[in-house]
């Protein structure tokens, strides 16, 4: 089956700074969603983006099918913005695949 | 509009109980999944419903069974609990996987089984 990488596997920042989160795939996609889970355990759909670019307010997403990878930019950090990042992707099938997450940790 | 709901929030139980999670969505949404969280692990598919009386296997089927008799409804059974078992359960739907349409999760089910 497909398989989804993610880097880096944890990241600390301190508050007001930038970081991207990349995403890596083994196999073409018709769906790629990036997820937030907050320290409460709550997932949150950020985006819906199998290629092109998304922004919306501090992030942006951008992801390229044909070299199979997405990037998830976070600008400005802030403490709230503290969880882990997943990245979940359909090789049009049925199912989600997930990646292993980014643990992210901004600091005040 | 309640979206995607769990019951139970937490549970504990003894090796070799038998619990079902019952998961619940307000969306009319076809497809449904159970996954399961093991601590700093990203999520895995359990099992899966395309549909009303339909159910398939995910990545980690074994020692685990599901209903889905109806749309709103996809319930997660364990018949006989083991330590590995031990987890957060997450629920989520979704309209269609290949359609420009998000998954929405549960809040979780954490299950301890001693």
């Known amino acids: 089956g497909i398989q989804v990488e993610q880097s880096p596997p944890d990241l600390i920042l301190q508050e007001g700074a930038n970081s991207t989160l990349r995403c890596n795939f083994s196999d073409s996609v018709n769906n790629l969603q990036w997820f937030h889970q907050n320290p409460w355990g709550q997932l949150i759909n950020l985006f819906y983006i199998p290629s092109g670019t998304k922004q919306n307010g501090r992030l942006s997403a951008t992801t390229v099918a044909t070299e199979r990878y997405s990037l998830l930019y976070i600008s400005s950090s802030q403490t709230t913005d503290s969880g882990v990042y997943f990245c979940a992707v359909v090789n049009y099938g049925q199912n989600f695949v997930f990646g292993p997450g980014t643990r992210l940790s901004v600091l005040p | 509009n309640a979206g995607v709901t769990q019951t139970p929030k937490f549970r504990v139980l003894k090796t070799g109980q038998s619990m079902t999670l019952l998961c619940a969505q307000d969306?009319?949404?076809?497809?449904m999944y159970w996954y399961r969280q093991d601590p700093g692990m990203g999520l895995r598919l359990i099992h899966y419903?395309?549909?009303?009386?339909?159910?398939a296997k995910g990545e980690v089927p074994d020692g685990y069974n599901v209903s889905r008799l109806k749309k709103q409804n996809f319930l997660l059974g364990l018949e006989s609990a083991a330590p590995s078992q031990t987890s957060v359960y997450f629920c989520?739907?979704?309209?269609?996987?290949?359609?420009?349409?998000?998954?929405?999760f549960g809040p979780g089910t954490r299950l301890t089984v001693l």
């Open positions: 989520a739907s979704t309209e269609s996987p290949g359609l420009a349409d998000t998954q929405y």
């Open positions: 419903s395309v549909g009303e009386g339909t159910t």
């Open positions: 969306m009319n949404h076809e497809y």
